[in-house]
């Protein structure tokens, strides 16, 4: 089951039960199955304080995801500070909607085993984000 919810902010313009289908799609393209994702949209001041409450950085980001997985079962909390979503979007020259669905999808990534911080890493992360856009 995916949930969407919001914390300070409004719910973002997205169709929920198209976004739960791509979703399930593309973790199934990495033999996984979806179990218990929530989606918190949020502020930069939230992801900010959950940052440093639970990661001890002290900086703003997109999204922070917490992996509760299982096996090949996807279970997680993903926050997303629309604030920087929408920052994101400006400075990469893209639309509000295609980065919030980048940020959407990178998270379930991150939950299929991609990382992104290592070398040569944010490469295949964006690799597999691009693959995926394509499939909404």
């Known amino acids: 089951m995916v949930s969407y919810q919001t914390d300070g902010v409004e719910m ?5 039960s198209k976004t739960t289908e791509w979703i399930k799609a593309v973790a199934a ?6 179990g218990e994702i929530a989606y918190i949209f949020c502020s ?15 900086y703003y980001t997109d999204i922070i995801t917490f992996d509760y997985c299982e096996g090949n079962r996807l ?14 979007a400006e400075q990469f020259g893209s639309d509000y909607e295609t980065e919030l669905h980048r940020v959407i ?3 379930i990534l991150h939950l299929c085993g991609i990382n992104d911080k290592g070398p040569g890493e ?8 691009n693959k995926a856009l394509v499939m909404r």
Do not use: C, W
């Open 44 to 58: 930069d001041e939230k992801i900010l304080e959950v940052n440093r409450q639970y990661l001890q950085h002290d």
């Open 105 to 107: 999808i990178h998270g």
């Open 29 to 34: 393209t990495y033999e996984k199955r979806v």
């Open 12 to 16: 973002p313009a997205i169709k929920k």
């Open 75 to 88: 279970s997680g909390d993903l926050f997303i500070s629309l604030d920087t979503v929408r920052t994101n």
């Open 122 to 129: 944010r490469e295949i992360m964006e690799e597999a984000e």
